[in-house]
Protein backbone atom coordinates (compact mmCIF):
# COMPACT_ATOMS: atom_id res chain seq x y z
CA UNK A 1 0.00 0.00 0.00
CA UNK A 2 0.95 3.40 -0.46
CA UNK A 3 3.48 4.93 2.46
CA UNK A 4 1.72 8.56 2.27
CA UNK A 5 4.86 11.46 2.54
CA UNK A 6 2.27 13.00 4.33
CA UNK A 7 -1.53 12.92 5.25
CA UNK A 8 -2.14 16.01 2.94
CA UNK A 9 -0.01 15.03 0.02
CA UNK A 10 -2.36 12.00 -0.07
CA UNK A 11 -5.42 14.41 0.05
CA UNK A 12 -3.84 16.75 -3.20
CA UNK A 13 -3.00 13.43 -4.86
CA UNK A 14 -7.15 12.50 -4.39
CA UNK A 15 -7.94 15.68 -5.21
CA UNK A 16 -5.84 15.94 -9.05
CA UNK A 17 -7.14 12.33 -9.84
CA UNK A 18 -10.49 13.56 -9.24
CA UNK A 19 -10.30 16.24 -11.52
CA UNK A 20 -8.68 14.01 -14.14
CA UNK A 21 -11.20 11.20 -14.17
CA UNK A 22 -14.04 13.94 -14.24
CA UNK A 23 -12.27 15.69 -17.44
CA UNK A 24 -12.16 12.10 -19.11
CA UNK A 25 -15.00 10.66 -18.15
CA UNK A 26 -19.47 2.88 9.67
CA UNK A 27 -18.57 2.45 11.18
CA UNK A 28 -18.49 6.31 11.96
CA UNK A 29 -16.70 7.64 14.65
CA UNK A 30 -19.70 9.43 15.70
CA UNK A 31 -22.00 6.78 17.11
CA UNK A 32 -25.76 6.29 18.11
CA UNK A 33 -26.42 5.05 21.46
CA UNK A 34 -29.36 2.58 20.89
CA UNK A 35 -30.38 -0.01 22.89
CA UNK A 36 -32.28 -1.11 20.48
CA UNK A 37 -32.07 -2.56 16.52
CA UNK A 38 -32.12 0.47 14.39
CA UNK A 39 -31.76 1.44 10.34
CA UNK A 40 -30.35 4.67 9.17
CA UNK A 41 -29.88 6.55 6.16
CA UNK A 42 -27.95 9.80 6.16
CA UNK A 43 -27.25 12.16 3.00
CA UNK A 44 -24.26 14.16 2.77
CA UNK A 45 -24.09 17.16 1.05
CA UNK A 46 -20.48 18.56 0.17
CA UNK A 47 -19.98 22.76 -0.40
CA UNK A 48 -16.84 23.09 -1.85
CA UNK A 49 -14.53 25.67 -2.20
CA UNK A 50 -14.29 25.62 -6.15
CA UNK A 51 -17.98 23.79 -7.33
CA UNK A 52 -18.71 25.40 -9.86
CA UNK A 53 -19.69 22.67 -12.51
CA UNK A 54 -21.01 20.12 -9.95
CA UNK A 55 -24.58 19.16 -10.52
CA UNK A 56 -26.53 20.15 -6.99
CA UNK A 57 -27.61 16.62 -6.49
CA UNK A 58 -23.40 15.33 -6.04
CA UNK A 59 -23.47 13.82 -2.21
CA UNK A 60 -22.75 10.80 -0.44
CA UNK A 61 -25.59 8.35 1.14
CA UNK A 62 -24.90 5.68 3.91
CA UNK A 63 -27.40 3.14 4.84
CA UNK A 64 -26.72 1.71 8.22
CA UNK A 65 -28.21 -1.18 10.44
CA UNK A 66 -27.35 -1.90 14.20
CA UNK A 67 -29.09 -5.12 14.85
CA UNK A 68 -29.38 -6.86 18.54
CA UNK A 69 -28.75 -9.89 19.25
CA UNK A 70 -28.41 -9.78 22.82
CA UNK A 71 -28.71 -7.28 25.39
CA UNK A 72 -25.26 -6.50 24.97
CA UNK A 73 -24.43 -7.28 21.61
CA UNK A 74 -25.29 -5.98 18.44
CA UNK A 75 -24.58 -6.85 14.36
CA UNK A 76 -23.18 -3.42 12.55
CA UNK A 77 -23.48 -3.34 8.80
CA UNK A 78 -23.50 -0.13 6.43
CA UNK A 79 -23.82 0.03 3.08
CA UNK A 80 -21.84 3.76 1.42
CA UNK A 81 -22.91 5.23 -1.87
CA UNK A 82 -21.70 8.22 -4.04
CA UNK A 83 -23.19 10.30 -6.82
CA UNK A 84 -21.10 13.15 -8.68
CA UNK A 85 -22.87 15.09 -11.87
CA UNK A 86 -21.29 17.91 -13.55
CA UNK A 87 -22.03 20.22 -16.74
CA UNK A 88 -20.14 21.67 -19.40
CA UNK A 89 -19.42 24.71 -18.15
CA UNK A 90 -17.55 23.77 -15.20
CA UNK A 91 -15.73 20.05 -16.49
CA UNK A 92 -15.80 20.96 -20.43
CA UNK A 93 -18.07 18.07 -20.68
CA UNK A 94 -21.32 16.75 -18.84
CA UNK A 95 -20.14 13.80 -16.67
CA UNK A 96 -22.25 11.17 -14.27
CA UNK A 97 -21.17 9.02 -12.04
CA UNK A 98 -22.39 6.60 -9.09
CA UNK A 99 -20.42 4.24 -7.13
CA UNK A 100 -21.21 2.03 -4.03
CA UNK A 101 -18.05 2.45 -1.42
CA UNK A 102 -16.52 -0.32 0.29
CA UNK A 103 -19.29 -2.18 3.07
CA UNK A 104 -18.92 -2.28 6.53
CA UNK A 105 -19.74 -5.52 8.72
CA UNK A 106 -18.81 -5.76 12.48
CA UNK A 107 -20.04 -5.97 15.85
CA UNK A 108 -20.52 -3.42 18.98
CA UNK A 109 -20.80 -4.37 22.77
CA UNK A 110 -22.79 -2.29 24.90
CA UNK A 111 -23.49 -3.63 28.00
CA UNK A 112 -27.01 -2.27 29.43
CA UNK A 113 -26.80 0.68 31.88
CA UNK A 114 -23.34 1.18 30.97
CA UNK A 115 -21.64 3.93 29.90
CA UNK A 116 -19.15 2.12 27.65
CA UNK A 117 -19.19 0.57 24.14
CA UNK A 118 -16.87 -1.27 22.26
CA UNK A 119 -17.20 -1.66 18.39
CA UNK A 120 -14.56 -3.85 15.79
CA UNK A 121 -15.26 -4.30 11.91
CA UNK A 122 -13.79 -4.47 8.39
CA UNK A 123 -14.54 -2.72 4.89
CA UNK A 124 -14.44 -4.57 2.09
CA UNK A 125 -12.41 -3.14 -0.62
CA UNK A 126 -15.18 -3.05 -4.04
CA UNK A 127 -15.01 0.16 -4.51
CA UNK A 128 -13.56 1.11 -8.11
CA UNK A 129 -10.64 3.36 -8.76
CA UNK A 130 -11.76 4.61 -11.72
CA UNK A 131 -14.56 6.68 -10.50
CA UNK A 132 -14.75 10.35 -9.92
CA UNK A 133 -17.55 9.73 -7.71
CA UNK A 134 -15.24 7.66 -5.24
CA UNK A 135 -12.48 10.82 -5.03
CA UNK A 136 -15.58 13.23 -4.24
CA UNK A 137 -16.51 10.49 -1.58
CA UNK A 138 -13.09 11.29 0.25
CA UNK A 139 -13.65 14.69 1.09
CA UNK A 140 -17.24 14.68 1.39
CA UNK A 141 -16.47 13.12 4.52
CA UNK A 142 -12.61 13.01 5.31
CA UNK A 143 -12.60 12.84 9.28
CA UNK A 144 -14.91 10.50 9.82
CA UNK A 145 -15.44 7.65 7.47
CA UNK A 146 -14.94 9.31 3.83
CA UNK A 147 -11.62 7.64 3.68
CA UNK A 148 -12.36 4.49 4.73
CA UNK A 149 -15.97 4.03 2.97
CA UNK A 150 -14.67 5.04 -0.63
CA UNK A 151 -10.93 4.37 -1.09
CA UNK A 152 -10.46 2.07 -3.62
CA UNK A 153 -8.13 -1.01 -3.33
CA UNK A 154 -8.37 -1.15 0.74
CA UNK A 155 -9.49 -3.06 3.18
CA UNK A 156 -10.28 -1.26 6.28
CA UNK A 157 -10.00 -2.92 9.82
CA UNK A 158 -11.38 -0.40 12.18
CA UNK A 159 -11.97 -0.67 16.03
CA UNK A 160 -14.11 2.23 18.40
CA UNK A 161 -14.45 2.70 22.14
CA UNK A 162 -16.94 4.35 23.50
CA UNK A 163 -17.93 6.53 26.29
CA UNK A 164 -21.06 8.09 26.45
CA UNK A 165 -23.18 9.44 29.74
CA UNK A 166 -25.85 11.19 30.09
CA UNK A 167 -26.91 12.95 33.40
CA UNK A 168 -30.11 13.59 34.82
CA UNK A 169 -30.48 17.02 33.75
CA UNK A 170 -30.04 15.75 29.87
CA UNK A 171 -26.20 16.95 29.60
CA UNK A 172 -24.48 14.40 27.98
CA UNK A 173 -20.90 13.93 27.22
CA UNK A 174 -19.56 11.74 23.99
CA UNK A 175 -15.94 10.64 23.48
CA UNK A 176 -14.76 8.02 21.04
CA UNK A 177 -11.86 6.52 19.46
CA UNK A 178 -9.92 3.87 18.10
CA UNK A 179 -7.36 2.90 15.36
CA UNK A 180 -8.21 2.14 11.60
CA UNK A 181 -5.46 -0.08 9.72
CA UNK A 182 -5.62 -0.05 6.38
CA UNK A 183 -4.29 -2.84 4.19
CA UNK A 184 -3.45 -3.07 0.79
CA UNK A 185 -5.29 -5.33 -1.58
CA UNK A 186 -3.62 -4.00 -4.85
CA UNK A 187 0.09 -5.43 -5.26
CA UNK A 188 0.34 -2.89 -8.39
CA UNK A 189 -1.14 -0.17 -6.93
CA UNK A 190 1.83 2.78 -7.95
CA UNK A 191 0.43 5.14 -5.18
CA UNK A 192 1.52 3.01 -2.16
CA UNK A 193 5.11 1.75 -0.97
CA UNK A 194 3.86 0.54 2.07
CA UNK A 195 1.56 -2.97 2.39
CA UNK A 196 -0.49 -0.97 5.00
CA UNK A 197 -1.33 2.08 7.16
CA UNK A 198 -2.55 2.86 10.74
CA UNK A 199 -4.74 5.95 11.18
CA UNK A 200 -6.03 6.69 15.18
CA UNK A 201 -9.90 8.28 15.04
CA UNK A 202 -11.24 10.46 17.74
CA UNK A 203 -13.83 12.17 18.84
CA UNK A 204 -15.41 14.32 21.91
CA UNK A 205 -18.81 16.27 21.85
CA UNK A 206 -21.23 17.77 24.68
CA UNK A 207 -24.56 18.63 23.99
CA UNK A 208 -28.23 18.12 25.97
CA UNK A 209 -30.17 14.94 25.28
CA UNK A 210 -33.73 15.36 26.49
CA UNK A 211 -37.45 13.35 26.06
CA UNK A 212 -38.24 15.16 22.66
CA UNK A 213 -34.87 17.01 21.11
CA UNK A 214 -31.70 16.92 21.50
CA UNK A 215 -27.98 19.20 20.20
CA UNK A 216 -24.57 19.08 20.62
CA UNK A 217 -21.29 20.15 19.49
CA UNK A 218 -17.94 18.75 19.08
CA UNK A 219 -14.58 17.87 17.73
CA UNK A 220 -13.07 15.11 15.48
CA UNK A 221 -9.74 14.21 14.25
CA UNK A 222 -7.82 11.81 12.42
CA UNK A 223 -4.08 11.11 12.98
CA UNK A 224 -1.92 9.22 10.55
CA UNK A 225 0.51 7.02 13.01
CA UNK A 226 2.48 5.25 10.39
CA UNK A 227 4.28 8.63 9.31
CA UNK A 228 7.33 10.52 10.48
CA UNK A 229 6.46 13.70 10.49
CA UNK A 230 4.89 15.66 13.52
CA UNK A 231 0.77 15.04 14.37
CA UNK A 232 0.46 18.86 12.77
CA UNK A 233 1.33 17.35 9.75
CA UNK A 234 -0.36 13.99 9.61
CA UNK A 235 -3.56 15.30 11.31
CA UNK A 236 -6.60 17.07 10.28
CA UNK A 237 -9.74 17.98 12.50
CA UNK A 238 -13.38 19.02 12.02
CA UNK A 239 -16.31 20.83 14.15
CA UNK A 240 -19.66 19.30 14.06
CA UNK A 241 -22.62 20.29 15.41
CA UNK A 242 -25.91 17.84 15.64
CA UNK A 243 -29.62 18.41 16.33
CA UNK A 244 -32.56 15.45 16.10
CA UNK A 245 -35.91 14.45 17.38
CA UNK A 246 -35.11 11.99 19.95
CA UNK A 247 -38.96 10.38 20.57
CA UNK A 248 -40.97 8.07 18.57
CA UNK A 249 -39.47 5.37 16.42
CA UNK A 250 -38.99 7.40 13.13
CA UNK A 251 -36.25 9.99 14.70
CA UNK A 252 -34.69 12.37 11.82
CA UNK A 253 -31.97 14.86 12.75
CA UNK A 254 -29.58 17.63 10.94
CA UNK A 255 -25.57 17.74 11.39
CA UNK A 256 -22.84 20.44 9.76
CA UNK A 257 -19.46 19.86 9.80
CA UNK A 258 -16.51 22.12 9.44
CA UNK A 259 -13.00 20.99 8.35
CA UNK A 260 -10.50 23.16 10.75
CA UNK A 261 -7.49 22.04 8.87
CA UNK A 262 -6.35 25.21 6.54
CA UNK A 263 -5.46 23.00 3.34
CA UNK A 264 -8.97 20.68 4.22
CA UNK A 265 -10.58 24.02 4.25
CA UNK A 266 -9.09 25.16 0.77
CA UNK A 267 -11.14 22.50 -0.75
CA UNK A 268 -14.05 21.47 1.50
CA UNK A 269 -16.02 24.65 3.38
CA UNK A 270 -18.78 22.19 5.05
CA UNK A 271 -20.70 19.92 4.60
CA UNK A 272 -24.13 19.30 5.47
CA UNK A 273 -26.12 16.15 6.58
CA UNK A 274 -29.53 14.82 7.24
CA UNK A 275 -30.29 11.63 9.20
CA UNK A 276 -33.07 9.49 9.55
CA UNK A 277 -33.37 6.72 11.83
CA UNK A 278 -36.01 3.75 12.70
CA UNK A 279 -36.11 2.03 15.33
CA UNK A 280 -37.45 -1.28 15.16
CA UNK A 281 -38.30 -2.85 18.44
Given at each position: MVRLISLRRFMAAAIIAMAFSASTMAQSIWTDNNAKSTI??????????????LSFFSSTLYLTG???????????????????GGD?????QSFSGNVIGNP???????????????????????????EPASFIGLFTDPVDRGFEAFV?????????????RRSESGVAIIVNGGPSWWINTDSGNDGFESDSELFLRYSTA???????????GGVAGRWLLTEDNGFGDNSFHELRFNAGLGSGKLRPGVYLKVPLDENVNDILNFTFGLKLLYEMN
Open positions: ALEFNKPNFSESEGEFRVSEAFSIVGELPFQHVEDGFGYLGFKYHPKNSSFSTALGLRLPIAPDDPNVMAIQGLVGFHIGYEGPVASIS
